[in-house]
């Protein structure tokens, strides 16, 4: 088992930056890679970016790329993801999430990964 606690989030204005950071604990010997999905009212849970973990590759939705950045500290083990530039479309909860298994792993596919956090609410006002 992987357990994961996001931290960060709250209210920025439009054009502003804000950080996220998720710490994961348990089994993370066995995490593959991960990522961050949001969720907007009304919408589907969609991608924003992921990172695998020994690798250190990484991946971004085109509607994030260039304003977001992920990244992760590998020796205590948490992943962060810096968000610049930020939106009104923004707005949403967004969940950190780890992949346990490398043989099933798709970056932008929810039901790739088998961990999901609590979620934290990022509101950005226009």
């Known amino acids: 088992q992987v357990q994961l606690v996001e931290s960060g989030g709250g209210l920025v204005q439009a054009g502003g930056s804000l950080g996220l950071s998720c710490a994961a604990s348990?089994?993370?010997?066995?995490?593959?890679?991960m990522g961050w999905f949001r969720q907007a009212p009304g919408k589907e849970r969609e991608f924003v970016a992921a990172?695998?973990?020994?690798?250190?590759?990484?991946y971004y939705a085109d509607s994030v790329k260039g304003r977001f950045t992920i990244t992760r500290l590998n020796a205590v083990n948490t992943v962060n993801l810096q968000m610049y530039s930020l939106e009104s479309e923004d707005t949403a909860v967004y969940y950190c999430?780890?992949?346990?298994?490398?043989?099933?792993?798709?970056?932008?596919?929810?039901?790739?990964?088998?961990?999901w956090g609590q979620g934290t609410q990022v509101t950005v006002s226009s």
């Open positions: 999430t780890a992949d346990v298994d490398p043989g099933r792993f798709y970056y932008a596919r929810p039901g790739s990964y088998g961990y």
């Open positions: 348990g089994r993370t010997s066995s995490i593959y890679a």
């Open positions: 990172i695998t973990w020994s690798e250190g590759r990484t």
